[in-house]
């Protein structure tokens, strides 16, 4: 019982420490220190590169990797949300996938888009796109529902913003 108390004491004298060093370390980064015209350098936006604009209307076509399942297309529209996030609205040309919404994931030129139609079919979408962020080159999972109408398939596509 003694030990479990020390180390208790231990672990909160810890937290308290590092918690004391982070607070000083942060007071100390907010002070001016240094050239006014560094700072501002280090500050240049014009420096960082501009995150890809994934906004807009892409589509093109998805190839099964199974011989006896048919390619189908698919049309998205990319737009922020009323909070600022990335959501698309899709339309496909499948037998397994009705329209549907998906959610959009972006991580540098990395791209996901994910969703379910009304029955319950899924699919992810997840690629990466060229310099010109006009060509996202994709791999698709597809799940199906419970009710069986169409089972797991994998492939890959294309999706050109027009």
Not at 4 to 14: D, T, Y
Not at 67 to 74: I, Q
Not at 101 to 119: F, K, M, N, P
């Amino acid at each position: 019982m003694i030990s479990r108390i020390f180390a208790f004491r231990v672990l909160a004298l810890s937290f308290l420490v590092l918690m004391t060093m982070m607070r000083a370390a942060s007071v100390s980064a907010a002070s001016p220190t240094g050239d006014q015209s560094q700072r501002a350098a280090s500050t240049d936006s014009s420096t960082q590169p501009a995150a890809p604009d994934f906004k807009g209307t892409w589509s093109g076509t998805f190839f099964s990797k199974h011989a006896n399942v048919p390619a189908f297309t698919m049309t998205v529209v990319i737009n922020p949300d009323s909070q600022g996030h990335l959501i698309g609205s899709a339309s496909l040309n499948s037998d397994c996938l009705k329209d549907l919404q998906l959610e959009v994931s972006v991580a540098g030129s990395t791209i996901v888009l994910s969703g379910s139609d009304e029955d319950g079919n899924n699919i992810t979408v997840r690629g990466t796109v060229d310099n010109a962020v006009t060509l996202l080159k994709a791999k698709y999972v597809l799940n199906g529902s419970a009710t069986g109408r169409c089972e797991g398939d994998t492939g890959t596509g294309n999706l050109a913003k027009r």
